[in-house]
């Protein structure tokens, strides 16, 4: 029934709640997992950019902020490969910059993924309210596959 999971962490709780159950199930349908972090667009603070005086110096810093960023994304995703090869579970992973939910929906888009497994609430927003995430709602508005949300 399953061929192709997406799953999009971004080292939450609920993520990783969202990983575990993706692994599980693709184990069931021997099915193979896209793990996707999304870098968002604003990785570097807004009031940063008064900081520093010349243009170039701002280029360069957050050309070092995103290469940071993208290392410990590929760290991140690494050691979820590691879990997924243990299981016994076909995976492969994408990082991507911009917005997370157009960039989720544009992989389930182009991967044509079968199910999408994500958690409610992530690192963005207030987590100590219990409802569903801003990401993760959107996604489900928006994509043409069924999503499975984690709680």
Not at 4 to 9: A, E, F
Not at 58 to 78: C, G, K, S, W
Request: hydrophobic letters at 40%.
């Amino acid at each position: 029934m399953y061929k192709t999971i997406l799953v999009p962490l971004d080292g939450s709780k609920m993520a990783d709640k969202a990983f575990k159950h993706a692994l599980s199930i693709a184990k069931t349908f021997n099915a193979e997992l896209l793990l996707l972090t999304v870098i968002p667009e604003n990785v570097v603070p807004a009031g940063a950019y008064r900081t520093w005086i010349h243009p170039s110096m701002v280029r360069r810093n957050i050309n070092e902020i995103l290469t940071i960023a993208r290392q410990e994304a590929t760290d991140f995703l690494n050691e979820k490969m590691k879990e997924c090869e243990k299981n016994n579970v076909k995976a492969s992973y994408k990082i991507l910059e911009g917005d997370s939910a157009s960039k989720i929906i544009e992989a389930a888009d182009q991967k044509k993924v079968d199910l999408i497994i994500i958690g409610s609430i992530g690192l963005t927003g207030i987590k100590k309210l219990k409802s569903l995430g801003s990401v993760s709602r959107k996604v489900s508005e928006n994509v043409s596959c069924p999503i499975l949300i984690i709680r």
